[in-house]
T-cell receptor
Framework: QKEVEQNSGPLSVPEGAIASLNCTYS??????FFWYRQYSGKSPELIMS????GDKEDGRFTAQLNKASQYVSLLIRDSQPSDSATYLC????????????FGTGTQLKVEL | GAGVSQSPRYKVTKRGQDVALRCDPI?????LYWYRQALGQGPEFLTY????????KSGLPNDRFSAERPEGSISTLTIQRTEQRDSAMYRC??????????????FGPGTRLTVT
């Protein structure tokens, strides 16, 4: 089992819809979770961090964390073509200091 | 303010040569991280520093790879006797500190290394 798992996609959603991106992780004790957006040929850009169970909202983005089920998700409301990118889930695993362990990323395509 | 910068942005080198990749973190950021990213994959951890102290080098693939951050600011990742398998995007990130709430990491543009 990989430490951080994501579906590679592509996930296609129509413009204006809600995009739901999911990530599961293996370490039950992990405390810190991040979502990065990476456009093709660009570097990862931090869009959300979440540390506590529940929802965290920032504009059109909502991160959801469920530590008991070991998953973290990212919802993008009113999806726009400019949201088309690869979304990387990153976790700080126990005993790893503050280094990030990334999933392989989910490619999101928002279609007109 | 200025983000993380890396140089060179592109480096082509011949097999067997040494290369040095440079990272300049966001001003005031205590922690600096090196990652390597293959196409279609997430970044993979190499090593990180708090100030000038190397805290973890468990991700360095072998002893040809080394890193330093002598004054707690700019860092250099050095690859000796490069091999074709070293070809990748090398990314640097920095965070304000190591404590909870300030560990968000911000990435630089990366250095694309090609070993011929």
């Amino acid at each position: 089992q990989k430490e951080v798992e994501q579906n590679s996609g592509p996930l296609s959603v129509p413009e204006g819809a809600i995009a739901s991106l999911n990530c599961t992780y293996s370490d039950r004790v992990s405390q810190s979770f991040f979502w990065y957006r990476q456009y093709s040929g660009k570097s990862p850009e931090l869009i959300m961090s979440i540390y506590s169970n529940g929802d965290k909202e920032d504009g059109r983005f909502t991160a959801q964390l469920n530590k008991a089920s070991q998953y973290v998700s990212l919802l993008i409301r009113d999806s726009q073509p400019s949201d088309s990118a690869t979304y990387l889930c990153a976790v700080v695993l126990t005993g790893g200091g503050n280094k990030l362990t990334f999933g392989t990323g989910t490619q999101l395509k928002v279609e007109l | 303010g200025a983000g993380v910068s890396q140089s060179p942005r592109y480096k082509v080198t011949k097999r067997g040569q040494d290369v040095a990749l440079r990272c300049d973190p966001i001003s005031g950021h205590v922690s600096l991280y090196w990652y390597r990213q293959a196409l279609g994959q997430g970044p993979e951890f190499l090593t990180y520093f708090n100030y000038e102290a190397q805290q973890d080098k468990s991700g360095l693939p072998n002893d040809r790879f080394s890193a330093e951050r002598p004054e707690g600011s700019i860092s250099t990742l050095t690859i000796q006797r490069t091999e074709q398998r070293d070809s990748a995007m090398y990314r640097c990130a920095s965070s304000l500190a190591g404590g909870a709430g300030s560990i968000e990491q911000y990435f630089g543009p990366g250095t694309r290394l090609t070993v011929t």
